[in-house]
């Protein structure tokens, strides 16, 4: 395990000699376009937890939404790590990289080097990091992209669709027939549909013509 001081070095943070529990230091990153600044935060409040954060802009705080979309698209999707912190060092990870969930104690080493490769501005480094971290961590979210597509859907996402009462479908289905008792679909995701059959007197004069 990797001691919290070597472990926020790596990530980026400049004078981590001095950094302790209780501590929240900023590395500033100034981009030389608009939107494309960002702060670093290394928040050592909790003891037991260091968070290393990724926020656009240079305010160190979040940005109204209206703000966050004038910003570069990879800024856009959330970059955040919680490390567990075990007797001063690093022992455990959760989070995201690039809006794509990583976790876990093989993961440790390669989020460091995701932060410290941004705090150099070296983002062909980091996205291949964030991409390699996710596939690591065998994410199933949806990618940087706020609206998932279609072939993107996992069964976390297809599921929660289906909760809510929205039928996710790839292929064009053909215009249903309408029917006086027509199914409607409920938490499963659809119902059996009920025969319809015509009344026996209207049968009998079909049958007699």
């Known amino acids: ?23 929240v230091k900023m590395h500033y990153s100034i981009g030389e376009k608009e939107g494309t600044s960002y702060v670093i935060s290394y928040d050592h409040r909790d003891e037991k937890i260091v968070k290393v954060k990724l926020i ?6 979040e940005l109204p939404l209206k703000e966050l979309q004038k910003c ?8 955040h790590v919680d490390l ?8 455990d990870m959760r989070g995201k990289l690039l ?29 291949a990091l964030a991409v390699d971290a996710a596939k690591v961590a065998k994410a199933i979210l949806p990618t940087i ?8 859907l996992t069964g976390r996402t297809r599921a929660f669709a289906a909760a809510a009462g929205k039928v996710i479908q790839n292929t ?14 409920g938490m499963g995701g659809s119902t059996a549909k009920k025969m319809v059959t015509a009344p026996p007197s209207k049968k009998k004069k079909e049958a007699d013509a």
């Open 99 to 127: 809006g794509k969930e990583v976790g876990g104690k093989e993961l440790i080493e390669k989020v460091g080097e995701f932060f410290g490769a941004l705090k150099n501005r070296n983002f062909n480094k980091a996205m």
């Open 145 to 152: 992209s706020r609206i998932p597509f279609a072939s993107e």
């Open 56 to 61: 656009p802009g240079l305010t160190g705080k």
């Open 72 to 79: 570069a698209v990879w800024l856009q999707a959330p970059s």
């Open 1 to 23: 395990m990797t001691s919290v001081l070597e472990y926020v070095q790596k990530a980026g943070l400049d004078d981590s000699e001095s950094f302790k529990a209780g501590d």
């Open 172 to 185: 064009v289905a053909p215009a249903p027939v309408a029917l006086t008792n027509a199914p409607s679909f």
């Open 84 to 91: 567990y912190v075990n007797d001063n060092r690093v022992d």
